[in-house]
């Protein structure tokens, strides 16, 4: 039989990795919300808005309309990964809506 998923990962990367759906928030407020909290064991991360307004994300809680990532409304995202994004991975992440409360969806990959 084959190897599994978390084996081959553990071969190949040398780490054991586990994940997290939406482990800050499910909503975000037309004030800042702390979507993501500092983690230093995070490898990767997806945000995908899943409302009918416009999300901006950033890496301080100085984020607003206008100053900001812009995840468009309906299914804008953004992913990150280590190996791409490096520190900007474990980052505290913040967003604002625009128009109204809005929805996410949210997973991180981590190294156990």
């Known amino acids: 039989m084959g190897k599994t998923l978390a084996e081959l990962l553990d071969e190949h990367f040398g780490v054991k990795t586990s994940y997290n759906e939406n482990p800050e928030v499910i909503q975000v407020e037309i004030t800042v919300t702390k ?5 230093p064991n995070r490898l ?3 945000v995908i808005n899943t409302s009918g307004f416009p999300i901006l994300v950033g890496y301080k809680n ?3 309309v206008g ?3 812009l995840l468009v409304a309906n299914g804008g995202s953004l992913s ?3 190996d791409e994004d490096f520190e900007l991975v474990a980052s505290e992440m ?3 809506a625009d128009g109204g409360i809005a929805t996410i969806y949210s997973n991180e990959t981590v190294s156990l």
Do not use: E, K, P, Q
């Not at 979507?35 to 983690?39: E, K, P, S």
């Open 62 to 64: 100085d984020v607003s």
């Open 67 to 69: 100053n900001g990532i």
């Open 44 to 46: 990767g991360l997806v």
């Open 35 to 39: 979507v993501f909290a500092y983690n």
């Open 94 to 96: 913040f967003a604002i």
């Open 80 to 82: 990150l990964v280590w």
